[in-house]
């Protein structure tokens, strides 16, 4: 067990343009004299017409569209587009949208130029889990702030028939540009930007709630973050709050979530999304509302592994100070609770209609992904990740 | 004045390569079939082995080296590099040493390949102010934590006959990498790990301590850091504890308190720099340690127009709670003035023997370098800054 900051690499070129009526500068940040092809989701880049700003800004370009990139981006869907790109030879994807396009849009770049079957870029039983060596260069016009896509070079990418969700990540898959602008996130519902705070939310818990090695500014950075969302958390749920700034701290607190600034050179468990990924895929809940019924019940199984960690978040997160140490981690642990809640995400599988028929199949998914040894010690058995499901019902 | 986070970018591609026994992946990182120039300052890099090593890990290449690149790096020094990499060809620049030998190394990149004379890189009455559009590609060996140029793409050049130092800074000046090995900072004596102490802390206050505009992530960012400086700083300038996270704490500070994570859509103030550069100019007082003198009277003189983000640094860098607003800002001064005290650096004039005569030769070094409107509100004028310089005697 690592006992120092390990060492690490850091490397991030993905450029940021942030702020108001940024979008009009993407003639200048998508090159001239390339074929693009935009990619999009469902209809609310058309209806709120963030797709026509985008060709606007886009003047004397062949342009292609590629749209109906859905939540949890298939990779059926997705070869579609990869088909796309190489008959129609484009040389600049833009992805316009939250995680799931951009995801996608990762996938698509990289797969239009793979040496192979792009199914290998997978592994875990899917595909042979080849790296990535190169990719079609693309930026982002973020409009959901959650997965912290929009500057990292990871995706996840969902196998329907397969019912499995798969990453991949390069140094070749950062966005060359993306563009966030605050102001695009006004139009979202309720219940997605719930979904973008939990998401941004847990993704820090992943790098920070571990055991600790004493990297002083990793923990600060993760707990300055953490406190954000605490405290913006119920506000930004608020549909119809369109105050600027309150905003604009939600769509960068959830970029910097997942940008690498905090996971450098410090453990990472990520078991939280493994088992959350799979209650996605059989039973098609949100992303951000598995892991709210995920981690709550995975900090009071590990609440030993994780002990230190834990009482640091409850002093340092909740200042949670005049308490014995087993208190204040049920105090952390129950006001973690709480906050999904007041967000709107149930933390059980009761309050979906779901009982002790889902703890085997979930179990059995992670064994067919082979996540038999997970968390920042690889010690999360399957019997552990069983007794976690088990203790969320 | 600002009232919301205002628009920005973010970009930073400088890859980090931090940890244990980094160097020997120069021969990965340094491209092969290019004739190197190796850059570094005085002899502690010879006498410790770092050159040596260095050397070994680029094996099959044609290297050279440049030395002699003095603290506050001049203007003439630097030309005597530039010619040299003119008249040799050199095409990839390697700076071994602290900030002085990267900004120094950032000025012959740029300077190398400049259409035109380089002094022109430089504005403030010394040259044209012409951008840098092209620059030799450069990576870096850090051997001193303080100025975070390993990761930025600004530049500080000292001109000795015009007793100024002057500052440059484009898009093509970032390091393609920099090494970053705590273990290096363990030859470091007392004053020069000091000084990196206070260096950061003070770029990190000149892009905190200006007027509140809302930005939670960088707010949270720079009080994390201020307090992680403040925790480890007594222990790091014990030059014989050799405490690998103590010192690799520190370097990671130093390295994100000016690689610009702090600073997007928040104002900065940068006056006690611009203060300070004058003293080293005039009286030849290190850097750091003029920083020590400005900042406190700053902070003092300042506290009306710097009172809101005062307080909250009162209460979130050093926990005051328990007192009245101005108690608290009075309080958060003093504490900052002893902390800088505990380093070694004195913060008066007097005790480096120096009066009330330095105060009109400093002003009139102001107004030459042309900083007569300085701070986050371009409202630092001339007699402003004098009753700064006055107020630190």
Known sequence: MQTEISNFNFYNPTEIVFGKNRIPELDRLVPKNKKVLI?????????????????????????????????????????????????????FLLAVGGGSVIDGTKFIAAGAIFDGDPIDIFGAGIGKGLPVTKSLPFG????????????????????????????????FSFPKFSILEPELTYTLPTRQLANGVIDSFVHIMEQYLTYPVGGMVQDRFSEGLLQTLIEIGPKVIDEKNHDYNLRANFMWTATNALNRILAPGVPQDWASHSLGHEITALYHIDHARTLAIVLPSLMEIRQHEKR??????????????????????????????????????????????????????????????????????????????????????
């Open 39 to 91: 990619l999009y989701g469902g209809g609310s880049v058309v209806r709120f017409g963030t797709l026509d700003k985008v060709k606007e800004a886009l003047p004397n370009r062949t342009i292609g569209e590629f749209g109906g990139i859905e939540a949890n981006p298939t990779y059926e869907t997705l070869m579609k587009a990869v088909e796309l790109v190489k008959a129609e030879n484009y040389e």
């Open 140 to 171: 982002t016009v973020l409009t959901l702030p959650a997965t912290g896509s929009e500057m990292n070079n990871g995706a996840v990418v969902t196998f329907v028939e397969k019912k499995a969700k798969l990453s991949f990540g390069s140094p």
């Open 308 to 393: 230190e960690k834990l009482i640091q978040y409850a002093e340092r997160v909740w200042h949670i100070t005049d308490a014995t140490e087993d208190e204040k981690i049920q105090l952390a642990i129950s006001k973690t609770r709480a906050f999904f809640e007041q967000l709107g995400a149930p933390t059980h599988f009761k309050e979906y209609d779901l009982g002790e028929e889902v703890v085997e199949p979930l179990v059995a998914q992670l064994e067919k992904h082979q996540l038999t040894a997970i968390s920042e010690r690889r010690d999360q058995t399957l019997e552990i990740s069983r007794r976690i499901y088990l203790n969320a019902l």
